[in-house]
Structures are given as structure tokens and as C-alpha cells.
């Protein structure tokens, strides 16, 4: 089991930049895959990026070639680099950890065990 904590969300313009960040407590942080899901008011949890123990990433459609994941094992964080920021991103964003999740399972939310309390992002038009 590991915890997470979150930081970085905030408020920005659409075309602004915001980086999450993902800290974890636990010795075996680095043989866990990652994941970054979001929530917007009404609407159910979903996929945003994933991350796995040996460095592949995946992402949603929607995000690709704006958002990146990438995690620092020395560290025990795991980051969320947001550009081009659209108000279709605002949502509550979760960091989570999986242990020997598949191809298959690495978007499913309910493969992630551990789950931090969540980050606001609100961009603004």
C-alpha cells in the first residue's frame, strides 16, 4: 500500500501550463504503475495517463500531445506536465498506483488500489 498526496492544481488561463505532482510514501514506489485519472462536476472519473513500473506511458486521446507523464523513483513522485490547457481539462485531478497491472488494465480505474485526495485544475476561458 502506498500513499499519495497531490499538489499543483490551480486556476489557469486556457493555453496556460500547470504540472501535478504526485507524492508517494512506501519503499516499492518504483515497481508500481502510476496513473493520473480526472473528475469534472457531473461526469464520472476517467483515464488521463498512466505510467508503468518500467517507463511505459499511456495516455488518453484527448490529452496526447499536451499532457506528459513522468515519474522520478528516487524521488517517489510521479508528475502530470499540462500545457495547452483547454476549460474542457477543469476537473479534479487523481493521482493513483497499481501493482502488475496489464496492457488490458492500465486505464481501468478499478486495477488502481491506492488513490490520493485529489488536485482542483479550473481553466478559464
Known amino acids: 500500500q502506498v500513499q499519495l498526496i497531490e499538489s499543483g492544481g490551480g486556476l489557469v488561463q486556457a493555453g496556460g501550463s500547470l504540472r501535478l505532482s504526485c507524492a508517494a510514501s512506501?519503499?516499492?514506489?518504483?515497481?508500481?504503475?502510476m496513473g493520473w485519472f480526472r473528475q469534472a462536476p457531473g461526469k464520472e472519473r476517467e483515464f488521463v495517463a498512466a505510467i508503468s513500473w518500467s517507463g511505459g506511458i499511456y495516455s488518453t486521446d484527448s490529452v496526447k500531445g499536451r499532457f506528459t507523464i513522468s515519474r522520478d523513483n528516487a524521488k517517489n513522485t510521479v508528475y502530470l506536465q499540462m500545457n495547452s490547457l483547454k476549460p474542457e481539462d477543469t476537473a479534479v485531478y487523481y493521482c493513483?498506483?497499481?501493482?502488475?497491472?496489464?496492457?488490458?488494465?492500465?486505464?481501468?480505474?478499478?486495477?488502481?488500489?491506492?488513490w490520493g485526495q485529489g488536485t482542483q485544475v479550473t481553466v478559464s476561458s
Open positions: 493513483a498506483a497499481g501493482r502488475l497491472l496489464s496492457y488490458s488494465e492500465i486505464r481501468l480505474l478499478s486495477k488502481y488500489g491506492d
Open positions: 512506501g519503499r516499492t514506489f518504483s515497481s508500481y504503475t
